[in-house]
């Protein structure tokens, strides 16, 4: 009899003999990643039923060792770089204040370059002034005008206050002068040559404190009536309001910040609590977040309407007027609404009727997120795992920021004289880069990009692990899953799949290196652009194409690297195999991404604004705060952020089950599934799918 071939997902070979012949029946593994195994990459080929199958594979090889390669070349070259730099860098140049002719503070700058030119006589000595003062506010170097000088000590007693002004400004001083007519001996000896011809009419110190080694005001000026110096006394208050309002919002936050960590604790606590939750209360989350949607869409309807020319009560000449935004004519606002109005309607209409026609997919959504609840609560090291990952990014961001304030110093400094104007007695003092700094400032731009994408991956690699293996158990799934679920999927990431991650990660570097360099060209084509707006829709278009895909490709990744933990694929194996089946099943993905984000979303913000408002109570009542707003601020931010990083683990397993839901369907179609009762009466599709 002849051998009959049958394709399915298991390792080994099945043989059925009997009667008189034999028969046997043998498959080539469709999902094993083994190197000789035969591999069908097309994308509408379905997984087949495996009996042996039971979740992630732990037979499997290495894959993509040539990007591991590259990628550990690439580091080695940029490790390179920063010796070279570390020679030649003059690294204080960073972090210390310069003045406006770009000589540090606290340094003797006849140290940074011999050549240096001092024929005027002044000393580049500053080893004993240290703080930056502006002495002249409201002006910007290297316009003629001094701006800031290095002194020995911030100004604690200031002349610009009511009573001196009161007293001096109008019967002293003209409306090009300020205050040098003033014999205030303390005050002069902080600037640097305050009776030059250049320099004696800036002399307007004020009242300040040391902040990073700055001199910022402490308090903001009162007003007073001054007429015929007008002028020069608004871009006095400008400046020292300007930064007296920075300052005080700094003395705030100095005085809160512990406060403010107690609260981004507490926003911890409710995410997590969130989380644990939402095995109970996903349904009620989900539709919050469905009604929101309807809500927002019917507001901005029914303001188009209130606007546009069919609302018969703008027919008259009383329409209310804080809603023409858009144009300056009242009729052509109207049309224009009018317009926007129909065009949501259609909207409306559309995303009522996706909505009937998603209703089933929805609960699908509901059965993946309280799947997703339960695994958090059934693992709790899920919690405690991203500490891992959050570790090595801040070690290799620690590493980046070091070479490029490496990289920064590593320049030849230059005394630039044709920068002289009546008003600057010395040049400007510039940091050249050579050819080999500025190419090498590049690549380690392009690495700093690449090394953050490959950490992200094996993060979502080893998340994907977790769900997948969590998935496809048996129950009962807490005692069959095993200990050390996650430090074992991290380890498989790390033994077999580095190079795929750094394959997946330097596509998500260069596509991020390609937008930077759109961003670059459109800031240095700002005046071609108003000229021309064809330059202007091209780049723009160009951008938006390059953001689309990358979203695209993360979203790619990261379903790619699920399948990769699963099975051993190679990342272009995995990434076919994650696209065919979503080109399977692209309404269920559209309604569970999209749900499942705005949930997300809704989440955060559920969090945030309950810790914000809970700060904001808090820090009213403390007396001594300026503005007790500014604390709060900080609270709402720092716990969006705290919830959003673990919304955003919440977001890697709803994506990881969903990819586990849809092979687990094709797989065992017609066969005991995987998944609990309650997400499996939401997977069965109706009959016409």
């Given at each position: 009899?002849?051998?009959?071939?049958?394709?399915?997902?298991?390792?080994?070979g099945i043989t059925y003999g009997g009667g008189g012949g034999s028969s046997s029946v043998q498959h080539q593994d469709l999902t094993s990643s083994k190197p000789n195994d035969e591999y069908d990459d097309d994308l509408n080929t379905p997984y087949s039923y495996d009996p042996n199958f039971n979740g992630p594979e732990e037979d499997r090889h290495c894959t993509d060792c040539f990007c591991l390669i590259l990628f550990f070349v690439a580091i080695a070259a940029m490790l390179g770089l920063f010796f070279y730099a570390v020679s030649i860098s003059k690294v204080n140049y960073l972090y210390t204040p310069t003045d406006y002719r770009g000589f540090l503070c606290g340094y003797d700058n006849t140290k940074l370059n011999k050549s240096l030119n001092n024929s005027n006589g002044y000393s580049l000595d500053y080893t004993d002034k240290k703080y930056l003062f502006w002495s002249k506010p409201g002006t910007k170097a290297p316009d003629g005008n001094v701006v800031s000088e290095c002194v020995k000590e911030c100004p604690t007693e200031g002349i610009f206050n009511y009573s001196v002004f009161h007293n001096y400004w109008n019967k002293h001083l003209e409306e090009n002068e300020t205050c040098y007519k003033i014999d205030n001996v303390t005050i002069r000896a902080t600037i640097?040559?305050?009776?030059?011809?250049?320099?004696k009419k800036y002399v307007c110190p004020y009242r300040t404190t040391p902040f990073l080694l700055?001199?910022?005001?402490?308090?903001?000026?009162?007003k007073a009536d001054f007429s015929n110096n007008s002028k020069l006394w608004d871009d006095i208050e400008k400046f020292i309001n300007g930064i007296g309002s920075v300052g005080n919002a700094y003395s705030d936050i100095k005085k809160t910040w512990k406060h403010v960590l107690c609260f981004a604790v507490i926003a911890l606590l409710l995410s997590v609590i969130w989380i644990l939750t939402l095995r109970c209360s996903a349904a009620v989350f989900v539709w919050i977040a469905i009604i929101g949607c309807f809500v927002g869409l019917g507001f901005f309807t029914w303001a188009a309407y209130y606007v546009s020319g069919i609302n018969p009560n703008n027919k008259s000449e009383n329409t209310d007027t804080k809603y023409n935004f858009a144009f300056n004519n009242k009729t052509n606002n109207q049309k224009a609404f009018t317009i926007i109005f129909y065009v949501l309607i259609v909207v409306d209409i559309i995303i009522l009727l996706l909505f009937i026609f998603l209703c089933r997919r929805i609960k699908l959504t509901i059965g993946i997120i309280k799947f997703v609840s339960t695994v958090f609560g059934e693992v709790p090291m899920l919690f405690l795992f991203p500490l891992i990952f959050f570790l090595i990014m801040l070690c290799w961001w620690a590493l980046c920021i070091g070479i490029a304030y490496v990289l920064y110093g590593a320049g030849t400094l230059t005394y630039d004289e044709s920068k002289k104007t009546d008003y600057v007695t010395m040049g400007w003092l510039d940091m050249k880069y050579s050819d080999a700094i500025k190419y090498g400032s590049i690549y380690h731009f392009f690495m700093f990009l690449w090394g953050t994408a490959f950490v992200?991956?094996?993060?979502?690699?080893s998340f994907a692990g977790v769900f997948s293996k969590y998935y496809f158990t048996r129950e009962p799934r807490d005692e069959n899953v095993g200990h050390w679920v996650c430090a074992k999927s991290l380890g498989r990431a790390l033994k077999y799949h580095m190079g795929s991650l750094a394959f997946g990660s330097l596509l998500i570097a260069i596509c991020q290196f390609i937008r930077a360099c759109l961003e670059y060209i459109?800031?240095?084509?700002?005046?071609a652009q108003q000229e021309s707006c064809f330059i202007k829709f091209i780049i723009k278009c160009m951008k938006c194409c390059m953001w689309c895909f990358e979203k695209f490709l993360r979203y790619i990744n990261r379903n790619a690297y699920v399948l990769i933990a699963i099975h051993g694929?190679?990342?272009?194996?995995?990434?076919c195999k994650a696209f065919g089946l979503i080109l399977r099943n692209p309404v269920r993905a559209t309604t569970v991404n999209f749900v499942g984000d705005f949930m997300l979303f809704l989440g955060r913000v559920f969090v945030a604004a309950i810790c914000a408002g809970c700060s904001l109570l808090w820090f009213k009542r403390i007396n001594n705060l300026y503005y007790y707003y500014i604390p709060a601020i900080f609270v709402f931010i720092l716990s969006y952020i705290v919830s959003g990083t673990f919304t955003s683990l919440f977001e890697m397993g709803i994506d990881s089950c969903f990819m586990c839901v849809l092979e687990d369907e094709e797989r065992n179609k017609g066969s005991q599934r995987f998944a609990p009762p309650d997400l499996l009466e939401a997977m069965e599709k109706p009959e016409e799918e």
């Open positions: 009899m002849s051998e009959v071939r049958v394709r399915y997902g298991a390792d080994e640097l040559d305050p009776y030059a011809v250049g320099n700055r001199c910022t005001s402490t308090e903001a000026i009162e992200t991956a094996l993060m979502e690699m459109d800031r240095k084509t700002k005046a694929y190679n990342f272009w194996q995995g990434a």
